[in-house]
């Protein structure tokens, strides 16, 4: 525990916190005694924030709320009489879908950007995590830089190499992030219409996103959680049988937390015939299926790339050449008393016409991006095979109804590098950063193999998949093709639907997503996002 920050707190704040968190010191706690609407809008303002959840909600919440009732609340009493309740319905009687009907916030402070991975796989829980957009990283926490410093690491020979190696990534972060502020103030003027607030804010996420690059996978994240209990303990097993010894030491962390909110619920969780069994069931699969692909690739250098890519990789390796007739049969289906080969064989024999004309009446008219068509969409898949940097790939992973598998982390597919570091002067400065981060992880790789991605920079790349049906996949790329997102994840966006209209050939699905957006985006990709804050501020 001691390679955590500890908060440092008033006896007044103590006092308040007690009341509505379930630790004051550790880096995970639950959020108790509050309304939903505000547990809520804490984790929303969490991600733009380079604050604490505590610190923020005494910086910014507690005096907007009518605390005057609460002085008898703490946030670990009155749990007995419930816990009796479950324990004869859930635990005794096995019924899980009782462990569905529970849910409970958690915040997990000081992950790493492993960790966050591991914390945001499950497909039926919330996330929110800290941006690399809004928060500046070269903002301390306990006086040194926000990275993880791993106990084995730091007690291995490296140590020395691993701290000042990354000290020198963040100090190149810090200059290189002020380089660009200045550029861009120099490249960008204001408009005369914008506040000045405005205009820095869109500075600020202009030159962050251009430098975030160089931030090792190291670095601390906080990550807002909300889910079932069942979601947790499906969590927590795959954590407890994880190589990373940071997902083994969070998850007794988190174990502890729940157990203060709904043990019942996570009660399984190191049962030595339930809970445990099964972690080493998921430890042994895993260990084995190593193995057998260690053997057969081990000597394998296919999946190398260049030093210094321009552009991600996209590849459709995977569709159904029916895709779209399906599509037409599941719109029809609910609207007709016929099976699925008579309503096809309707569908085969349609002109061209007639199936625009089904198209056009079960997309209707789409006057925003979050009008989605309903579940015919979910009758064909697409699996894309995706090479990208790092940065991108954990802004795409978050996305849950899809499949998403990825490929260790390390400097062997090259990084990206933004051009417009070359007009600012600063790109020799980046790459010495890279080659430092390369060198780090050679180093750690024969000593410490699973900790040694912690070194690798978010610049370099990684291979991951990508299966999703035609309505996930609407989502993700009308979403991630938006001018004010990174130009990293909008290029993988755009691939993705031009080989759903070429490669697949499914035109008729590739124009329901009418709001891709195919534009190079503006010069101050934010800028429109923070006009439109100021006017609800304003209003």
Known sequence: MTFYVAEEFTPEERDVLRRYFTDLDGPVFAL?????????????RYSRSPKSLRRLFLDEFVGELD??????????????????????????????????????HLACEQASNLLTKVLEWGRLMSYLEQSTRYVNYDERLGGRYRYLRDPEILASPLAARYVGTMDRLFDAYTELSTTMVEFYRSAIPKSAGDSDFVYRQAIKA?????????LPAASLSNVGLYGSGQAYEALLLRMRSHPLPEARTYASMMLAELRKVVPSFVRRVDVADRGIAWSDYLE????????????????????????????????????????????????????????TWSIRARVEAMSATDRVDLVRAYVGDRSNRRHKPGRALEATDYRFDVLADYGAFRDLQRHRLLTVEWQPLSPRHGYTRPPVLDDAGIGDEYDLAMERSSQLYDDLSGLLPNQAAYAVSLAYRVRFVMQMNARSAMHVIELRSQPQGHVNYRRIAQQMHDLIATRAGHTAIAEMMKFVDHSDGERLERLDGERRAEAKRTR
Do not use: C, W
């Open 32 to 44: 108790v005694n509050l309304p939903e609407v505000v547990k809520g809008a804490l984790f929303a």
């Open 284 to 339: 042994d699969t895993r260990v084995t299926t190593e193995a057998i692909a260690d053997h057969f690739f081990h000597d394998d250098d296919s999946g190398s790339g260049p030093s210094r890519p321009e552009d991600p990789v996209v590849d459709l390796v995977d569709f159904d050449p029916d895709g779209e007739v399906k599509v037409l049969v599941a719109m029809l289906y609910p609207h007709v008393d016929a099976p």
């Open 206 to 214: 202009k030159a962050l996103d251009a430098v975030r690059g160089v």
């Open 67 to 104: 605390i005057t009732d609460d002085d008898g609340l703490d946030a670990t009493v009155g749990l007995r009489r419930a816990e009796e309740l479950y324990d004869r319905v859930f635990f005794e009687y096995g019924d899980d879908s009782v462990a569905q009907l529970g849910g409970v």
